[in-house]
């Protein structure tokens, strides 16, 4: 039975079936009568029809006021907002990443998958829920694989299109790109999408970072990869024309000024300007600074032997995890091993080094006594040398006040709200902080003879005999005297290490104003800065989105499913990335 309000009109039809002729009443009708059929005083009128057509509208009334009927308009408001359970739970799995249907297909099996088995764990809460799922005359429960996958495809879908509306919104966007291989081999291009958002209720601006999919390269050539960015942004109807920034690594492919996917781009928008990801032009710096001198490579090979000795032993392993003198605090500080390709690796590295340094220095010296293996104490012997060193310590001291100063700077280039302005202002204080280092090298020298007296190392610097090539009896000689490492330290490692890291770090910035334009209300008369200002924070400063995305990947796409479909795992992911827009 429906009922319109403002017509005062009565539209009775058959409750139980829901043809088209109903629905077009439904979409007229202000208010849809409800009633639970499964109830003994549920009365058959509201199927079959009412008769009493007199005192219809006092029938209307009380069962209106109902409990069955405001029970039964919850349920469909709910089926309206799509806040059914098996919605609800596709979208928690989506955005944790997890599996939904593997295994069994039938209920309250033990193989069922994560998706039934939470099915059922909420049935034995919900007494509707419960009704279903254990009445076996209803086969039909919709909660096959097929349907999970379509659910996952509707939510996806959806949050996609909200995206793409806010970017449309925006003035202008930039492009972040980066590729990684998956389990299966296969190279899987990240598109995250940077625009600003402006609130002008709250005069406020912010800078989103927005991932739309995971999407499979065959070919890995600069055409290739403009040309999947060009389709790809067709097909979510974005205009490339509003392009105005590009953010790639450092990758010839990518970054090529003759032929790579910056020029491509850039042939057709002029104006999509290049930005060199800032955290892989700092990941440079440390890169370049690390293999300055043969002394600074031998040293960090140092760090990932004595990190290599202990992991590949359980019992050196726990020797060194449990320290007799330290606290609990300082005994989770483990070991890390030296990463070739990031950086920060080496920070935590030479962080967890510094601060176990007596404990691995104890349990060399414990090996040296208790162990019955040649190898072993010839290994720990040689390793406890090359840390009881004077070279070894200075190193590790200036490294951690390097690394220590600039791990704060990477962290805070990750960030999405961050943009080129703030970028250079924390480079320039990084760089200012290096450039002091130079002069301060006494200083160095003073905390580095603290440090030893504390650690009980002796502070010499070892005499070396230089090596020469020999010569034959026609050439000359040349000089041959022990050569003083304390007075050559300066100038052949601590002077290339620093000039190294202060050339590589420089930058040069724009500045912006957008919030005061907005808070002030200024965008109306100044609409050309307002425009400008949005085009500089619209302009990638790091890819590091990008990169982060490839985390949710490898938890997605692993070992155990690698044989899951494209379009599912471009679901899940955007709906596990973006769960922050699927509330």
Avoid at 225 to 243: D, M, P, V, W
Avoid at 544 to 553: D, G, P, W, Y
Wanted: with cysteine; proline share 2%.
């Amino acid at each position: 039975m429906g009922y319109e309000l403002d017509l005062k009109s009565d539209y009775p039809t058959d409750c139980g079936k829901f043809d088209e002729a109903m629905w077009h009443i439904v979409k007229r009708v202000g208010r849809w009568l409800f009633a639970d059929r499964m109830s003994g005083k549920f009365n058959k009128e509201w199927i079959e029809g009412v008769s009493d057509w007199q005192h219809l509208f006092q029938s209307i009334q009380r069962h209106e006021a109902s409990i069955q009927h405001l029970y039964a308009s919850k349920v469909r408001s709910l089926w309206i907002k799509n806040q059914t359970i098996d919605v609800n739970i596709e979208n928690q799995y989506s955005q944790k990443g997890l599996r939904g249907n593997e295994g069994s297909l039938k209920i309250k099996n033990p193989n069922e998958g994560n998706f039934l088995r939470t099915v059922n764990l909420l049935a034995e809460f919900d007494p509707v829920l419960n009704n279903i799922m254990n009445d076996e005359k209803q086969k039909i429960k919709y909660l096959s694989p097929l349907i999970q996958n379509e659910i996952i495809d509707i939510l996806s879908s959806d949050l996609c299109r909200i995206i793409c509306d806010d970017i449309r919104s925006s003035c202008f966007f930039s492009v972040i790109i980066d590729s990684t291989q998956d389990k299966t081999k296969e190279d899987q291009v990240s598109l995250i999408i940077r625009y600003t958002v402006v609130d002008y209720e709250k005069k406020h601006i912010e800078i989103r970072e927005s991932f739309l999919g995971f999407f499979l390269l065959k070919k890995h050539g600069a055409f290739d990869y403009a040309e999947l960015l060009q389709h790809t942004l067709s097909e979510y109807r974005l205009n490339i024309e509003k392009c105005r920034g590009q953010g790639y690594d450092g990758a010839a492919v990518m970054s090529g000024a003759n032929s790579g996917v910056q020029k491509r781009i850039l042939e057709i928008v002029p104006n999509a300007t290049f930005v060199h990801s800032c955290s892989h032009n700092l990941n440079f710096v440390i890169s370049d600074a690390a293999k300055s001198t043969r002394e600074i490579l031998s040293f960090f090979e140092t760090v990932q032997d004595v990190y290599n000795f202990f992991s590949s032993s359980a019992p050196r392993w726990s020797q060194l995890a449990l320290g007799e003198e330290e606290s609990s605090k300082l005994r989770k500080i483990t070991l890390k091993k030296v990463c070739a390709t990031r950086w920060e690796a080496h920070h935590n590295a030479l962080f967890s080094l510094k601060q176990r340094f007596v404990d691995i220095l104890k349990a060399f010296t414990r090996v040296q006594l208790t162990s019955t293996k040649k190898d072993e104490i010839n290994t720990a012997t040689a390793l406890k040398k090359k840390l009881e060193s004077a070279e070894f310590v200075l190193l590790l001291c200036t490294w951690e006040k390097i690394l220590k100063s600039l791990f704060v700077v990477s962290k805070i280039l990750q960030s999405v709200s961050i943009d080129l302005q703030q970028a250079f202002e924390l480079l320039k204080n990084a760089h200012a902080e290096i450039s002091k280092l130079r002069d301060e090298y006494d200083t160095f020298v003073d905390n580095f003879k603290t440090v030893c007296k504390f650690w009980n190392v002796p502070f010499m610097f070892l005499h070396k005999r230089q090596r020469f090539a020999t010569k034959f009896h026609d050439e000359f000689d040349s000089d041959k005297r022990l050569t003083v490492t304390e007075d050559n330290f300066k100038v052949t490692i601590f002077n290339p290490l620093i000039d190294t890291t202060f050339t590589k770090a420089q930058r040069e910035i724009y500045w912006h104003a957008a919030e005061y334009l907005i808070s002030n209300d200024l965008t109306i008369i100044f609409p050309d800065i307002f425009t400008s200002c949005c085009i500089f924070m619209t302009i990638s400063v790091t890819s590091a989105s990008a990169e982060r995305s490839f985390s949710k990947l490898k938890l997605i796409k692993n070992y155990l499913r690698n044989t899951i479909s494209q379009d599912r795992l471009n679901n899940i992911a955007v709906s596990n990335i973006e769960r922050l827009n699927t509330s």
